[in-house]
């Protein structure tokens, strides 16, 4: 809860009525909650823990019938109506088809000043994305041709499929790739599949000499005979380049996740959407690709989104053609 009180700072005897208000909120909180100052001197906040969310939003009511009541008897209706009481609830709702992003950049303040900190070097990494997504479907034009044929001479439908996609800070957008699999399929498998990867209970497979989980499903049905040759040499991904351009991804970055994967996320696992722009090549694919498991995946994610740096960006770009030549972990 954050309780605005600008105007009562810039009034009269504004430190004792600050006092005041932290003393009544005080009254109202366990010994479990956190009160500090989300902003010195003029926006108090307080953090409600251990908060059973099954009840909808009836803990919030409560909580708020609280604080009002409290706050309107100690400090009266005037001053009282000089504070705006503002609630978020932790993990966000991200439930909600929203193309601005369901994440509330007032829970992640972190990540605000730090993309503040690094602006001019983002600056040049959007340049880095136009002008290399620009480059690559000029030069990939033919391949662009040829897979375009391939694919509407083997299998009927569309030549690119076209998939809802959570990029930064939960914004949904249109991702691009060319179609490898058959129009006519269940995309229950792919659902249930990556509830039980993320859960820790998917089937393992041997990959690199260990039994581990891998992120996609090997041998799977639905793919086309042309699909499973583009998905192994990774040129089903050559339509991302538009998305880049686009700007709702970039040249490097974490993988954007489909939105039923991010509702069976921990919280944890939602900072890799949320502490960089999703990218076409990342971390994780020059680390092991789908051979790694889910957990494992994150870490890389996080570990590239905290240490990011230009040079980080042209290391992995240099290490992406190794990968996708190696073809190993390519589903």
């Known amino acids: 809860m954050l309780g605005e009180m600008e105007s009562l700072r810039r009034a009269e005897e504004g430190q004792r009525t600050l006092r005041r208000i932290a003393a009544a909120l005080y009254k109202c909180t366990r010994d479990t909650d956190i009160v500090g ?6 926006v108090l906040g307080a953090i409600f823990t251990e908060v059973n969310k099954a009840n909808g939003c009836a803990p919030e009511s ?37 193309s601005r992003g369901p994440a509330d950049k007032v829970l992640y303040p972190d990540l605000v000043e730090r ?11 959007r340049l880095v994305d136009i002008a290399g997504s620009l480059l690559a479907l000029v030069l990939g034009s033919p391949l662009w041709v040829a897979i375009s044929l391939a694919i509407k001479l083997t299998s009927k439908g569309p030549i690119l499929f076209k998939q809802e996609r959570v990029g930064w800070y939960g914004r949904r957008f249109t991702f691009l790739k060319f179609r490898s699999m058959k129009c006519a399929n269940d995309p229950g498998i792919h659902r249930e599949y990556v509830r039980r990867l993320i859960a820790g209970a998917a089937d393992s497979t ?19 005979r042309v699909g499973k040759f583009l998905r192994t040499t990774s040129l089903d991904e050559l339509p991302q380049f ?21 509702e069976v996320y921990q919280p944890w696992h939602r900072s890799r959407v949320l502490e960089a722009r999703p990218g076409i090549t990342g971390l994780w694919q020059v680390r092991g690709r789908s051979r790694l498991n889910f957990n494992d995946m994150v870490r890389l994610d996080l570990r590239y989104a905290r240490t990011w740096s230009l040079g980080s960006d042209l290391r992995i770009a240099l290490q992406t053609p190794r990968a996708v030549l190696s073809c190993q972990g390519a589903y």
């Open 37 to 42: 100052w989300y902003r010195e001197g003029g």
């Open 62 to 98: 409560l909580i708020r019938a609280k604080v009002t009541a409290e706050l309107r008897d100690d400090l009266g209706a005037e001053r009282f109506g000089q504070i705006h009481l503002s609630f978020y609830t932790f993990p966000d709702d991200w439930d909600q088809a929203d």
């Open 115 to 125: 993309s503040e900190e690094q602006r001019a070097a983002y600056v040049v990494k």
């Open 206 to 224: 041997p990959g690199n000499g260990n039994q581990k989980a891998v992120y996609k499903i090997p041998d799977d049905p639905r793919v086309t």
């Open 242 to 262: 538009i998305n880049v351009l686009r700007g709702e991804m970039s040249l490097v970055g974490p993988r954007p996740p489909i939105p039923y994967e991010v």
